[in-house]
């Protein structure tokens, strides 16, 4: 069963392969949400600053009824954040906000202030003072990784070129219709695990009669497809759902898509359009 899976990351750490995604799950929904994924067998949950649910999180993980050091749990550095005292002072609310003594994973969640997302100014020097906190984090043990998100090769080289650690993840968007390949490549090489987040596009692969005609032929959902699409590309899902018949649904991935169906999953015309979540900045500014 996927929830009873890890990945290794770079320094050794296990992760679990799948994990459970936050994004718009409000503050207050955020406890039960958690505790009712460790239910179900979760034990990666993955949230952010920018989601405004870190203290719900952390109040879940003190619910939950599991032991702390059997939860991977990951928060990412707010876009906006870009200096290295900024950073610092950043980790250290996160902690506090989240109510522990260390956090799993913390990333860069994005290399641009998400005002500027898709733009033409990197902010490399923001970047490499961002990480320089992180590693010291890490060396402090208050992280026990660090890896960075929505990362595009040339934002990948400004770390790596003047880095202690490497990043250990790169969390990008990642779905039927929208895959990245030659970024994931890229970091796969590097020895950087991909996170694919919105692993069902929003919803809008619902729409998508081709997907579902797939899907039906092997007897899942469309969102069971989904991530078992991104799983057989090495990816880690995190798919984000507080509703706990989805979380069930998600982790039912134990079937194996043909090589032939992956390839016509890998070529499905790309979404254009993602409703009303195309003003957001990850899918109005899509990676390359």
């Known amino acids: ?27 207050g929904d955020a406890t039960q949400a958690v505790v009712e994924a460790v239910k179900i067998g979760y034990r990666h949950i993955d949230t952010a600053q920018a989601y405004g649910n870190e203290s719900g ?6 619910n939950c009824g599991i032991d702390r050091g059997d939860l991977f749990i990951t928060t990412k ?13 950043s980790i250290n609310q996160s902690l506090e906000t989240m109510g522990l003594d260390y956090i799993d994973m913390m990333i860069i969640h994005s290399p641009q202030p998400w005002a500027e997302f898709a733009g033409e100014a990197r902010f490399f020097e923001g970047n490499r003072e961002a990480w320089r906190a992180l590693e010291e984090a890490y060396q402090a043990g208050k992280l026990r990784a660090i890896g960075v998100s929505n990362f595009e090769k040339e934002d990948l080289d400004n770390i790596l070129d003047h880095c202690t650690v490497k990043p250990m993840v790169n969390q990008i968007l990642v779905h039927i219709s929208n895959t990245p390949f030659d970024l994931i490549a890229y970091t796969q090489e590097q020895g950087i695990l991909v996170e694919a987040y919105s692993p069902i596009a ?43 018949e989805h979380m069930r649904n998600n982790a039912g991935v134990n079937f194996t898509i043909s090589d032939e169906d992956m390839e016509t999953l890998k070529n499905v015309a790309r979404i254009e359009d993602y409703g009303e979540a195309s003003d957001m900045p990850v899918f109005g500014g899509k990676l390359k």
């Open 202 to 244: 929003h919803g809008e692969l619902f729409k998508n009669q081709d997907v579902k005609a797939i899907a039906e032929k092997y007897g899942v959902s469309v969102p069971q497809l989904s991530i078992r699409y991104t799983l057989q590309l090495g990816l880690l899902p995190l798919p984000k759902t507080a509703n706990p």
């Open 1 to 27: 069963m996927i929830l009873n899976e890890n990945d290794q990351l770079a320094n050794g750490v296990e992760i679990p392969k799948l994990g459970l995604g936050t994004w718009f799950i409000d503050n």
């Open 77 to 89: 550095l707010a876009a906006e954040v870009k200096s290295y005292e900024e950073a610092v002072s």
């Open 57 to 62: 999180i952390g109040q879940g993980i003190k």
